[in-house]
């Protein structure tokens, strides 16, 4: 069980700078749509906000994890699942946004655009990288994601199996006849 918390908490501090790196990009994007008073498209609030409360999460995660008790394996498995399925949302928002010429992807399409018809300077060449690191870094905290709920389940289930060791007590299920 020590090898899989350590494993755990590597991917907990991966994940935390990752989210905290989202976080950046896509508040930027966000800041970029603002100045030229135009409304946010979804592909970018989605991991906006999921960053943000994953980096809460995270955090008391990373701290608590050498004390997760057995409950509390099952509610990081939980939120790891929350978490996980929000980034599967944001992959699938920003299906159009992993070419590889940067300038066929319609988030910097739509904030060039904006940006302009706001006679704002489009910051084209600046937007570029960001709207390109937004899809990819939504598809990596996705896989950590996963990568997470797997591990936490995991766990939880050697936890709960160590508890019906010690106590001698099994689960009652509801197979019994």
């Not at 100045?35 to 608590?64: G, H, M």
């Not at 394996?73 to 949302?89: Q, S």
């Not at 709207?131 to 905290?141: D, E, I, Q, S």
Request: charged share 15%.
């Amino acid at each position: 069980m020590f090898f899989e918390k350590t494993t755990l908490w590597f991917f907990r501090i991966a994940q935390w700078c990752l989210c905290v790196s989202l976080l950046g990009i896509s508040g930027y994007l966000v800041n970029e749509y603002a100045k030229a008073n135009s409304r946010v498209p979804p592909e970018i609030w989605l991991p906006c906000i999921t960053s943000a409360f994953a980096i809460c999460i995270l955090f008391y995660s990373i701290t608590l994890l050498c004390c997760l008790g057995r409950l509390l394996l099952h509610i990081a498995a939980f939120f790891d699942f929350c978490f996980m399925v929000t980034y599967i949302a944001g992959v699938v928002l920003n299906r159009y946004n992993f070419h590889q010429d940067g300038t066929q992807n319609r988030t910097w399409q739509h904030l060039t655009w904006t940006r302009q018809q706001a006679g704002i300077d489009n910051h084209a060449n600046k937007n570029l990288p960001l709207v390109k690191a937004l899809a990819g870094l939504t598809t990596t905290l996705m896989v950590l994601y996963i990568i997470t709920t797997l591990l936490c389940i995991n766990l939880a289930r050697l936890a709960d199996e160590k508890h019906e060791e010690k106590t001698g007590h099994r689960r009652r299920s509801s197979s019994h006849v």
